[in-house]
């Protein structure tokens, strides 16, 4: 499996994240980057950013207009 890495995230991108309440769950939240907390080039289990909504979580899609990039499809929930 490719992960996101830190370099495809950029502040006033739209994606997806999974907080930490949502681990086990897998529900994902929709919303816009302000900050990249992680500091590393890449994490094994997702990129950690701050929404502008004030949510944290880690990156698991990007969103590309219409198009999702799923990392993990099989935690996707409508």
Do not use: F, N, W
């Not at 999974?18 to 094994?44: A, F, M």
């Amino acid at each position: 499996m490719q992960g996101i890495k830190r370099a495809d995230i950029k502040p006033g991108l739209l994606v997806r994240v999974v907080t930490k309440e949502d681990q086990r769950s897998g529900r994902l939240t929709e919303g816009v980057v302000k900050d990249i907390l992680t500091k590393s080039p890449t994490h094994p289990h997702g990129i950690k950013v701050r929404l502008e909504s004030g949510i944290v979580g880690r990156v698991k899609d990007i969103c590309h207009d219409i198009q999702v990039v799923t990392i993990k499809t099989k935690y996707l929930s409508s």
